[in-house]
C-alpha cells in the first residue's frame, strides 16, 4: 500500500492547504504539545536548532495561517492558539498523524515542495522552447 493512502484525506487536505515544510509542521507540532505557553522566537529556534531568522519566518507564516497567536508583554512571543475550532480540529489530525505516520506525513510534505519545483521548473521550459 502506498504511504500517503494511511493518511486520511482530511489529512492531506490539511496538509495542502496549511503545511509547506517538514520545519513548519514542526513549529507548529512544538507549540501544540506546549500550548498555554509563550515562545520567544529564540527559544523556538533553539528546540527546533535552527536560525533565530528562520524560526521568527515560520512562526510568522503560521500566525498567518491562523495556527499560532503572537503574544504581547515585556517580550513579544507566539502560542498555540488557532483562530478557529476547525484549525485547531486540524492542528489535532495533524498532531496525530505525525505520532502514528511519521513517515507517509513527512513524505507527503516533501513531495508537495517537489511538485512546486517541477512547475518552477517547466515554467522555464515552457518560455524556454517558444
Known amino acids: 500500500m502506498p504511504h500517503d493512502e494511511v493518511l486520511s484525506d482530511e489529512v492531506r ?3 495542502d492547504r496549511l503545511i ?3 520545519s513548519e509542521l514542526e513549529t507548529l507540532l512544538l507549540l501544540h504539545r506546549e500550548r498555554g505557553r509563550d515562545w520567544t522566537t529564540a527559544e523556538v529556534a533553539q ?8 524560526a521568527a ?10 495556527l499560532l497567536s503572537a503574544t504581547a508583554g515585556p517580550t513579544p ?5 488557532p483562530k478557529t475550532a476547525e484549525l485547531e480540529r486540524g492542528a489535532e489530525l495533524l498532531a496525530d498523524a505525525h ?3 511519521l513517515f507517509a506525513l513527512t ?9 512546486r519545483m517541477r ?8 518560455r524556454k522552447e517558444r
Open 99 to 101: 505520532a502514528r505516520n
Open 13 to 15: 487536505t490539511l496538509v
Open 57 to 66: 519566518g515560520l512562526l510568522a507564516e503560521l500566525v498567518k495561517k491562523g
Open 47 to 54: 528546540r527546533l536548532y535552527g536560525s533565530p531568522e528562520a
Open 107 to 115: 513524505t507527503l510534505i516533501h513531495g508537495k515542495a517537489e511538485a
Open 20 to 22: 509547506d515544510s517538514v
Open 119 to 126: 512547475q518552477f521548473a517547466d515554467a522555464f521550459r515552457l
Open 77 to 81: 512571543g507566539f502560542r498555540f492558539g
